[in-house]
Structures are given as C-alpha cells and as structure tokens.
C-alpha cells in the first residue's frame, strides 16, 4: 500500500512539474521530469520489494529492494529539491528548496553508511555467518555478538533514511494545496463518431419533411397531423439508413 501511494504521489508531482513548465514555455525540463520520474517508480517498485519478500524469507532480494528503495528515492529527492528552487516563488520557499536537496542527498549517504555497517556487522562475527543461520537468529543480535554495535548503527541509519523520506512527502503538504487535477475522462471515440453521425442522419430527414405516418424512436416522434386521408392512405417508402434506427416502428 505504501508503494502504491508513494508512486500516486510521484505521478502528481510529475503532473504538476509538467503544467508550471508548460506555462512558462520551459521544455528543456521536461526530460529531466521523466528522469525524475523513473528514479521515483524506482523507488516504489524498490519498496513493493522490500514489503513482499521479507528478509527472513528472501534475504538477497529483501536487501535488492532495499537498495532500490533508497537509492532510487534519494536520487528523486535531489531532482525535486532541483525542481524546487526553479519553480520559486510561485510554490515554495528558499527554504523548502534547500531543505529537499538536503534530505536527499543526506538519505543517500546514510545509506551507503548503512549498507557499509551492515558489510562489517557480518565480518565481525566469529563461528558460523550469520548468512547460513534460520529464522529469528538472522535478525536478533545480543549485544555479547561481535559486530552487535554495526548492526545497530545500520539499523538506526536505516530507519532515519525512512524518516526523512517521509518528511520530503510532508513537505508538499502546503504546495499541493496550490495545485488541483481533474479526474481523467473516459471517452470511446468509435461510438461516439456512430452516435453524432445518426444524429446527423436524423435532422436531415426531419428537414426533408418527409413526415407521413408516425416514427418512433427512443428519442422522438414525427407525426404529420396535416396529411389528408388520400396521403395518408399512400404507402410510405422509408430510406434503408431511416429503417436502420433503433427502435423504428411504422403505423
């Protein structure tokens, strides 16, 4: 769920990137937004990783999802510091700006600290790695087990690196309320072609006043209270297109 609605709020930001560049007559952006973008499915294919392959199940690709995660996420946290500062000061302070920029750069060294204290946590221990042992004695640590202190270190960096991930996210609280979407319209250009060319067929024939009888149909009724007993004695020969209406009935 929280890779879901972490790539939401990518297509959002890419949305509202893409129309504050519009306006302005800023293209040369726009490449740089679909980079920005990939970074941040990246990221939330990297999170969709981590939650379904849990490191006591799959502990290589739990740590690949990870890497996706964060890597992917700082690296789109820089680009949205950059898109920040140049879309000021319509949306967001100097401040806010430089506050990005560092989150993600700052996220992507805590993780590269993390992935380090992790590669000396396993170095350190003695007897059987930690690699080879099941279930519950892979992720619990006594602090008598060397390598207990890098262990932690990773530990804690990594929920920091969460942390700031999130407050990237709360920062946009003030700037989405500036920004609005309309819900995406759905439209089936083949039947609606075939439903205005009927139409169009409908008003000739009505013009034509070619009226004898009574049409109904399930939009109208032609009746020609005018026609003598001789008229409307004579048959009436209807067009092949007036016969083909749905629910065309002659009296």
């Known amino acids: 769920m929280g890779a879901a609605l972490f ?5 959002i930001r ?6 504050y560049f519009r306006l302005f007559h800023q293209k040369s952006h726009h490449i740089l937004n679909i980079i920005a973008v990939a970074f941040g499915l990246i990221s939330a294919l990297g999170m969709s990783i981590v939650g379904n392959f849990p490191e006591l ?10 890497f996706l995660a964060f890597v992917g996420g700082s690296i789109y946290i ?6 920040t500062f140049k879309m000021l000061p319509h949306f967001s302070s100097k401040f806010t700006a430089y506050f990005r920029t560092f989150l993600g750069i700052f996220a992507m060294m805590m993780y590269f600290g993390a992935h380090t204290a992790l590669i000396m946590a396993f170095e350190k221990t003695s007897d059987i790695t930690r690699y080879e042992k099941k279930g519950m004695e892979l992720l619990k640590w006594d602090p008598s087990d060397k390598g207990y202190s890098y262990r932690a270190a990773s530990v804690i960096m990594e929920w920091f690196i969460v942390a700031m991930f999130n407050a990237f996210i709360v920062s946009f609280v003030s700037e989405f309320k500036k920004f609005s979407m309309e819900e995406p319209q759905c439209k089936f250009l083949a039947v609606e072609m075939d439903i205005e060319e009927d139409q169009k067929e409908n008003e ?3 013009g034509q006043g070619d009226t004898e009888g009574t049409i109904y149909t399930d939009d109208f009724t032609v009746d020609d209270d005018d026609a003598d007993e001789e008229t409307r004695a004579t048959p009436v020969v209807y067009s ?3 016969l083909n209406f749905k629910g065309v009935v002659v009296v």
């Open 78 to 83: 820089v680009f949205q510091g950059y898109f």
């Open 14 to 19: 890419f949305k509202q990137i893409e129309h």
């Open 204 to 206: 000739d024939h009505q």
């Open 240 to 242: 092949e297109e007036v």
């Open 57 to 66: 199940i799959q502990m290589y690709v739990h740590l690949f999802g990870a």
């Open 7 to 11: 790539a939401f709020f990518v297509y």
